[in-house]
C-alpha cells in the first residue's frame, strides 16, 4: 500500500485493556440482537436452489428402483440426484466406509437419504420428494443391539482390557477366577438409552459454485476440513478446489462432527451439476431421522468386593448399539471402554467393548463420546454394593476412590492429580453438609410414604485427547494489519461453547492487546488447513496451544526489529496494554510498532502449530498413555420423587469442578452448568423410541423431550470451580479442558433417584432404574420396590451405618 | 395484500397462500433473519416474536404456527426491533441483561428468548405500575412460564433465569416493548437481506384464499359454502398440517375477527348458572375466569403448552379436533361442561362429554361450527383435583390426565363423583366404574400408607372396566392404567389431609402438593 492509515484515532483510543479473565463472548451481542448470522441466515445469490431429501420408508430392505419420475415434473422441481449421479466417492464414512451418500443398493435404516431434489422454493423440493415410488425387497430387521452381538453382526471387532491388580495382562479366566475369590460378588444388567443432540439450529449447507472445479461451501459443521475431504471425494475434485466455511454452529455437541458432511456433500453435488448456489436446511424431523444420536448401550457387570466394600474384581461388558455403519463407533466404544472405571480402581479388571450393528441411523459422537455411558455401570454398581453391605453410597464412592498404591487404570496409565478426587468429594461433602441432609432426608421420608426424596454425591474423571492420536493436532494463522489490528484464524469452530472468546484471550495475553483490537474471523480450510474436529472437548487446548505458538513467533520477530530499530537491548523490550515497554518505560504504541515494521518490511503474519505430546496406546495389549491428563469433578445432587406417579424433581446440585487455572471462569461455567442439564436430560426425560418397523417416533420435540427452564428451579444449580490445583499437564496456561467432562456431573441425578426409590426399603435393596429414568420407570421401579419390601417386610431393617 | 406494523414501520405483503406462516414470511420476504426456525412445530421457541392484536395486549408468538394472514392490522416486534439504535447502548434492556449474565452461547434460542423476555419485562412493568404485588417467589413463577416454551440447549438456563430476575428487579432499566407506534430503527442489514432474497417471494405467492369474516353470519355461510375448508384460530394444532405434513391448505377460514367468539359472558343452561365462552376464547383470556373460580383448573392451564401456545390456542379449538390428550376437555367433562353448536340452519346444546364419537370423531357437522361452550359455576362445597403426567412437567403433552370433582356433603364426606380422563381411551370421557366405587367407598379412610392390596386391586379393576389404553410414544398401556388408578390415593389423601387440616405435618399426597407447600 501507498500510505498508511493514521494512528491518530488509536492514540486517542481508551487505554488498552487485557481481556478480564471472564470476557462476554465474542458473539454475545450478535446473538441477542439477532445479527449473529447461521448458515441459513446468510444472503442467497440469485438463482438459489432449495433442497430436500427423499427419505426411505423402510429400515432394511434392497432397494429395487426408484422411479423418480413423479418427483421430477413436481412443479418448481430443477433437478433429482441420485447414487448414479455421483461423480466421485459413493460413500462419506468418515473412517470406515458404510455411509452411503444416497443409497444405491441396500437400505439400513428408515429415513436414510435416497435421492436428493433441488427446487425453486423449500416447499416445492420438500412436497416432491413425497412423490417418488420406491420399490424393495424387506430383509429381516434388526432392532436389539444384543440380539445382533449374538449373532456376531458386528460394525467393528470386539476389543479387550484386561489387567491384574499386579499389573501383568489378564484373560477373562484369570479375572474370573479372582472374581470367586472375592468377599462378596454382585452382578447387575443395565439399559442406557440414547440421545438426540437437539441443536437448536438443524444441519445447514449452502454451497456456492465458483470457477471451473471450484466450490465454496458454508457448513454448520465441527469439522470443515473433513467436509472439504468429503465434497472433493464426492465431487472427484482436488481437495485444493474446495472451501469449507464454518462461522458458528447454532449449537453442535458432537451432532455435527461427522453428520453434518452429507447435507454440505448433497449441496455441493446440486450446487456442481446445475452451476446454481445449493443450500440444504433439514427440517427438525428430517434431521432427528436421518442422523445418528449417542449411543445406546448395554451394560453387564460383577464385581467382587471385599468386606469394606472395597472393589477388588470387576468383569465389564458394554455393548454399543452403533446403528448400521461404524461411523465413529470404534472410538465411542473404546471411550466406553476407557471410563468404565470413572473415578474408581477396578484392582483386576476386564472389560470388554462390543459394537453391535443395528437398523437404525449410525449412532454418533454426542459430548462425553461414550465416556457417560462407560460411567454408568461403575456407578450403578457403587449403590448396588452399599445397599448389600447396609452402607451409605459415599461411603462406597470414597472407598473405592484412586487413591497411593491404586492409581492405576484397567488400560495401564497413571492418574495424574488423582487426589484432587478426594480433594472434591470432601469439600463437597463438608459445604453441602451431606451427613446432616442425610439425616433429614431420612426424616422426610420416615413422615411420608407417597413423596420421596433422595441424595447422591458422585465424582467424575475424564481423559482429555483424542484416542486417536494424529487428531491431537492444530494450526492457527495470525495476521496483523498496518492499523494495529489482528485477526486470528484457527483449525477449531465455535459452536457456542467460547471456543473464538478463548482463543482471543490467548492472543491478547501474548500480544499484549486489548480485545477489540483481535478479530477472529470464520473457520476456513483455505486458511489453516487439515485440521481436526472441535471435538474430545480439546478445541481450546489445541488451538489456544497454536495460536500460542503464532503469537509467540510474531512477538519475537517484533521484539527483535524493535531492539534493532530503537537501538534498546532485547531483553528489555515486553508487550503489554497496546504499547512496547523499555527500560525506561512506553517506546511506541501498538500502532506505531506495527507500521514501523511494516516499513522496514517485517513480515506481519505469522501461523502456528501444536501437537499434543506424550500419547500413546497399544490396542493389541490394550495399554497405554492414551489421555494427556485427567479432567475431574463432583457434584451434589438431591432430588424428589412422587412413588406413585413417577414424576420427579430436581431440587439441588452442587458442583464443584476441576478446570485447573480457567482461561475465562464464565465461559467454563456456562459449559458445567449447561452439560449437567444436558446429561440430566439424557438419564431423565430424553427418551428414543422406534417403533417395530425401526421408523423413529420421536422424531420432533412434541415428543422428544429435552429439559425446560422449570426442570432447572430457580437456585438449583450451584457451580464452583475448583482453585488452586493447575493442571499438572503443561497445557494452555495450565488450564483444562472444559467441555465434556461436566456432562457426567448429571449421573449425580440418577443416582439420587435410585437413592429415593431405595428408601422405599428402608434403604436395603437397590434397584434397577434403566436410563432414561422418565416417570414411567420410576414409577414401575418404585412398584417393585413396594412389591419386594412388602414380602420382605418382617426380615427386619438392618439401619445403614453413618459415620459419626 | 396484508397490512401490518413491522418493528414500527407500516408494512404491506403481497397475499401468499393461506397456509405461509409467518416465519417463512418474515425469513424470506421481509429478510429477518434474526428470527429463527427451531422446529416449525411451535414446541421450541426459537421463532418467538411479539405480537399486538388491536384491542388486545403484546403477548408473545410461535411465528411458525400463525398464518401470515393473521398479520393484518396487527403490531409485529421481531428481534430486529428490540436494539434501540437512538440510545446511547443499542441493546435494549433485554438484551443487555442476556449479554451480562453470559445468557447465550450458541445463540440460536437467543433471539426467541430476548422476545419472551422482553414481553415479560413490559408485562412484569405493567402489573407493578396497576399495584400487584409481585414478590420474588412471584416473578420466579412469571419467568418459568415466560420461558416455558423457549428450549435452551446449550446453557441449562441459570443464566437465563438470573438475567429475567434482575431485568424484573429493574437493574437495565424499564422495559422498552411497550406501546404501538413505537419507531424502532429498521436494521440495514434487514433490508440488505430482503434484496438478495427478493426473488424468494416466488415461494409465498398465492394461490387459495384466506377468508377472514367479522360477523357470525358470514362465518357460518363461509362453513356452509366451503365445507371442506378448516377453520382456523390459533392454528396451534391446524398448522402442524401445514409445516410437517406439508399439506397445502386451498382456503382457510379465520374465526378469531368473529367477534361473538371471542367472549366470555355470564349466563344460564340446564337451570343452573354459569358462563357461555366463545370457541375463539384464547387460554389466556380464559385463565382469570378459571383462577378465580377453579383454581385447581388455572393450575392445568399454566401446563397447557407454553405461554406462545396458551396466547393463542383457543378452547374451541381444543375441544374441535378431539384429541384424546387434549388438557381442556377431562376437565370440561368433570364439571359438566355443555357445547353449544350453530350452523345457517339453527343451533343445537349438548353435553361435551356426549359430543366425542371416536378417535377423532366428533358429532360436529360438516356446516356446523362450535359457537360456544357452557361452565357452570362451581356449586357449594364442589371439590376438584386435577392431575396432568407427562414426560416433562412443563411444555408437553399428557401421558395422561385425571379430574376428579366432588362435593363434600354436610358431614364433610365426598359425594357425587365425575371423575374424566384424557390420555386412557380415543377420546376424553368419564370412568363409571370408578365413579360408582368411589360413591362406594369412604375414600376418606383410604390414605396410601393404609391402602390395602384389596382395595388397590378393586381400583385398578374399575379402572381397567372403564379404559382399555394404547401403548405409545408418550407412556405404555401398564403405566397408563397404575397411573390412573394411582391418582385414587393422591386424591383420598388430600381429603384425609382437608379433614384433618389441623393436624400437623400430614403425609403429602403428590409432588405437586410438595412443590405448593414448598
Known sequence: MRTLHSLESDLSATPATHASPSHQHESAERHVSGTARYVDDLPLPAGTLHLAIGMSEVAHATLDSLALDAVRAAPGVVCVLSASDIPGHRDVGPVFPGDPLLVSDRISHHGQALFVVAAESERAARQAARLAKVAVTPLPLTLDPCQAASRGDLVRPTHTQARLANGRAATRESVSERLARSAWQLDGELESGGQEHFYLESQAALALPGEDDEMLVHSSSQHPSEVQ????????????????????MGGGFGGKETQAAPVACLAALVARRTGRAARLRLPRNDDMRLTGKRHPFHHRYQFGVDDSGRIDTAIIELTGDCGHSPDLSDAIVDRAMFHADNAYYLGNAHVRGIRARTNVASNTAFRGFGGPQGMLAIEAAMEDIARRLGRDPLEIRKRNLYCEGRETTHYGQHVNQYPLLTTLIDQLEAQGDYWARRAEIRAFNAA??????????????????????????????VHVYTDGSVQVNHGGTEMGQGLHTKITQVAVRELGLSVDRVRITATRTDKVPNTSPTAASSGADLNGM??????????????????????????????????????SGVLMTWGELIQAAYLERISLSEKGFYATPDIHYDRESGTGHPFYYYAFGAALCEVVVDTLSGEYRLESAEILHDVGDSLNPAI????????????????TTEELKWNEDGRLLTDGPATYKIPAISDVPDGAITVRLLE?????????????????????????VWAALRDALASLTDYRRAVRLDTPATPERVMLAAREQRDWQEQHATAGAEPTQVPS | MIDFTLNGHARRLPAPAPGTTTLEALRTSLGHTGTKEGCASGDCGACTI?????GQPMTTVNACLMPAHQLQDCELITIEGLSNETATSSLSPVQQALVTTHASQCGFCTPGIAMSLAVLHADHQLRSAEGESLDAARRDQMIDHALGGNLCRCTGYRPIREAAHRLLQGEFGPATLLSSGQAACQPATGEANSASRRERDSELEASGTFHRPTRLEELLALRAAHPQAPLIAGGTDLMLEYTQRLRDFPALIDTTRVAALGTIEEGEHAGQAGWWIGAAVTYRQLMPLLREHYPEGADLLTRLGSEQIRNRGTLGGNIGNASPIGDMPPLLIALEAYLQLMSVDGERILKLEDFFLDYKRTQLMPDEIIHSLFLPRPVHNQRLAVHKLSKRRDDDISTLLGVFAWRRDASGHAQHWRVAFGGMAGIPARAPHLEALLSRETLESLTPAQLDTLTRHRIEQAIQADFSPLSDVRGSREYRLLAASHLVPRVAQRIHNERHATAPLMPLESLDAYLAQS
Open chain 1, 229 to 248: 475431504k468429503l465434497i472433493a471425494e464426492v465431487l472427484g475434485v482436488p481437495f485444493h478446489a474446495i472451501t469449507v466455511e464454518t462461522r458458528r
Open chain 1, 448 to 477: 411420608n410414604p407417597v413423596v420421596k426424596k433422595g441424595l447422591a454425591l458422585t465424582p467424575v474423571k475424564f481423559g482429555i485427547s483424542f484416542t486417536a492420536k494424529h487428531l491431537n493436532q492444530a494450526g492457527a494463522l
Open chain 1, 546 to 583: 497454536a495460536t500460542r505458538d503464532a503469537c509467540l513467533r510474531l512477538k519475537a520477530r517484533l521484539l527483535d526489529f524493535a531492539a534493532e530499530h530503537l537501538a534498546q537491548p532485547r531483553a528489555s523490550l515486553s508487550l503489554d496494554d497496546g504499547e512496547l515497554h523499555g527500560p
Open chain 1, 668 to 683: 467454563d461455567i456456562g459449559q458445567i452448568e449447561g452439560g449437567f442439564v444436558q446429561g440430566m436430560g439424557w438419564l
Open chain 1, 724 to 748: 488452586g490445583h493447575p493442571n499438572s499437564a503443561a497445557s494452555i496456561y495450565r488450564s483444562k479442558a472444559v467441555g465434556e467432562p461436566p456432562f457426567m456431573l448429571a449421573i449425580s
Open chain 2, 50 to 54: 411479539a405480537l399486538q392484536v388491536p
